[in-house]
C-alpha cells in the first residue's frame, strides 16, 4: 500500500489534482461526508489480531493476515478454523499480502520459491514452486477459475494452472519473450484469466480451459509532468464476465475493455475525474471508483459504463482504498480506517463508522467482512444484528487449549483442541 500511495501521489501533478476541485454532479450529501453520524456498526463477529495485511471472504470461510500468522476463520462464527505460517521475507515485501483464499482453498507462501495450498481443514494438499529459491520467497500470484488455481510464476515467466483439488497441471502459458507475470496484476471471471505484464505494458486475456491466448492490447497512461504519454504497466485488474476494468499504474486513467475481445469501451481520465483511481470495481452497468484526489482527501465515484458519464462524485477526508457495490449501496473504506455507507444512485452518506486503521473491506450477498487493523470483524450491512461476539485473543485462557497442529515440513495447520 506504500508504495501504491506513493505513485499516486507522484501522479496528482500529472492529472491536476491538489486540493479537492469540483466535481461533476456531486451527490446532495458529497460536501457532508466527514460530518456524517457515526451509527453503531452491527457486529456479528470480532477476532483480535486478524487482518492487517490481507483479508479475504470466500463462502463459509474467511482469511485474515496480520503479518504473524495467516489463519482461516468461519465467515458465521470467527472461530478459526485453519493456521499457517509463511516464513518471513528478506525483501522489504513485508507489508504485502503472504497468502489468499481461493475457491474454498487457502494459499500461501511456504518456503522460498514455493506456494502451499491447504484445504479447509488446514491440511496441505500440494504445492507448487513459482520462483528459484535462491531469489526470495514467493509473493502469493495467484486466481482460480474454472476449477484450477493460475499461478504467475517467476522463475519461468509462465502463467500455469494447476486442478484446485489435486494440483495437476492443466495447461501451461508461455508468453513472449521480455513478458513477466510476477509482478503484475491477475484477475479471472469463468471464462478467462486476464494478466499484465510487469515491465512491458502489456494486458493479456486467456481461455480459462486450456490457456490458448484470446486477446492482447496495452495499457496506456501518462508518465509524469512533462514527459506525455505511452504504455503503461496495469496495477489493478478487474472483470465481471463482461467487461475487464484495468488502472494504469499511475492511477491517472482507468481502461474499461470488452471482456471477449478486449476492445476499448471506455477510457476514464483522472484530470476528468479530479483524482487519481486506487481501486475500480465492476457493477452492472456502472463503474465505481475510489482513490486519491490529493495528499490527505479522497473521493469516490460512479461512472455510467453506457455513457462513460460521471452519475456522482463525493469527496471524503481521507484517501479511498476499497468499495464494494451491492445493490443500492455502496460501501467505501478510507486509508485510516473510515467506513462509509453510500446511496449507489446517488452519492449520498447514510452512515459512517470511524474505524481504526487498515482500510480493507469485502462482501458477498448479505455480508461484510473488514479489518482496523488489530481486528478481522464480520457485520451485518442491513444492521438485523447487533450484537457483538468476540472470538478469544490468542493470549487468552480460553485460546489456550487450542493448539495448532501441521505435518513436518508444511506451513499449513489445522485447529484442533489439545
Request: with cysteine; proline share 5%.
Amino acid at each position: 500500500m506504500r508504495i501504491a500511495r506513493a505513485l499516486l501521489l507522484s501522479s496528482l501533478a500529472v492529472l491536476g489534482c491538489g486540493t479537492a476541485q469540483a466535481t461533476p454532479r456531486a451527490a446532495p450529501a458529497a460536501e457532508r461526508a466527514e460530518d456524517a453520524d457515526d451509527g453503531t456498526i452491527p457486529v456479528v463477529w470480532r477476532v483480535e489480531r486478524a487482518g492487517a495485511l490481507a483479508l479475504r471472504l470466500d463462502g463459509p470461510l474467511v482469511l485474515a493476515d496480520d503479518g504473524a500468522e495467516v489463519v482461516l476463520l468461519d465467515a458465521a462464527s470467527g472461530a478459526v478454523r485453519a493456521r499457517a505460517t509463511p516464513p518471513p521475507r528478506a525483501n522489504g515485501f513485508d507489508d504485502q499480502p503472504r497468502a489468499s483464499l481461493l475457491a474454498g482453498r487457502l494459499v500461501a507462501e511456504a518456503e522460498p520459491g514455493a506456494l502451499v495450498v491447504c484445504d479447509a481443514a488446514g491440511a496441505e494438499a500440494w504445492r507448487v514452486r513459482c520462483l528459484g529459491p535462491s531469489f526470495d520467497a514467493c509473493r502469493v500470484r495467484a486466481v482460480a477459475t474454472a476449477g484450477a488455481l493460475v499461478v504467475a510464476t517467476g522463475r519461468t515467466l509462465a502463467l500455469v494452472a494447476h486442478d484446485i483439488t489435486s494440483g495437476a497441471e492443466r495447461w501451461r502459458h508461455e508468453p513472449d519473450s521480455g513478458l513477466s507475470w510476477s509482478h503484475g496484476a491477475l484477475a479471472a471471471d469463468g471464462a478467462r484469466v486476464y494478466a499484465s505484464s510487469y515491465g512491458t505494458h502489456a494486458l493479456v486475456a486467456l481461455d480459462a480451459q486450456t490457456g490458448a491466448l484470446v486477446w492482447q492490447a496495452e495499457c496506456d497512461a501518462a508518465y509524469g509532468p512533462g514527459m506525455g504519454r505511452g504504455p503503461g504497466d496495469c496495477m489493478g485488474l478487474s472483470s465481471d464476465g463482461r467487461r475487464v476494468a484495468a488502472i494504469a499504474v499511475s492511477g491517472s486513467e482507468v481502461l474499461v475493455l470488452d471482456a471477449a475481445t478486449g476492445a476499448s469501451e471506455q477510457h476514464l481520465f483522472g484530470r476528468d475525474l479530479g483524482f487519481a483511481t486506487l481501486v475500480a470495481v465492476l457493477a452492472g452497468d456502472a463503474l465505481v471508483l475510489g482513490g486519491l484526489a490529493s495528499a490527505e482527501a479522497g473521493a469516490v465515484a460512479v461512472v455510467d459504463l453506457a455513457t462513460g458519464a460521471v452519475r456522482w462524485t463525493i469527496r471524503t477526508p481521507e484517501p479511498v482504498r476499497s468499495v464494494v457495490a451491492r445493490g443500492d449501496v455502496v460501501w467505501a473504506r478510507g486509508i485510516y480506517g473510515t467506513l462509509w455507507r453510500l446511496d449507489a444512485r446517488d452519492g449520498a452518506v447514510s452512515a459512517r463508522w470511524g474505524l481504526r486503521g487498515g482500510g480493507q473491506v469485502h462482501a458477498d450477498a448479505d455480508r461484510l467482512v473488514l479489518d482496523d487493523g488489530a481486528h478481522a470483524i464480520m457485520i451485518d450491512p442491513a444492521g438485523r444484528r447487533a450484537r457483538t461476539r468476540r472470538s478469544a485473543s490468542p493470549a487468552s485462557p480460553r485460546s489456550r487449549p487450542r493448539t495448532a497442529r501441521a505435518r513436518p515440513g508444511s506451513a499449513c495447520a489445522s485447529a484442533t483442541r489439545s
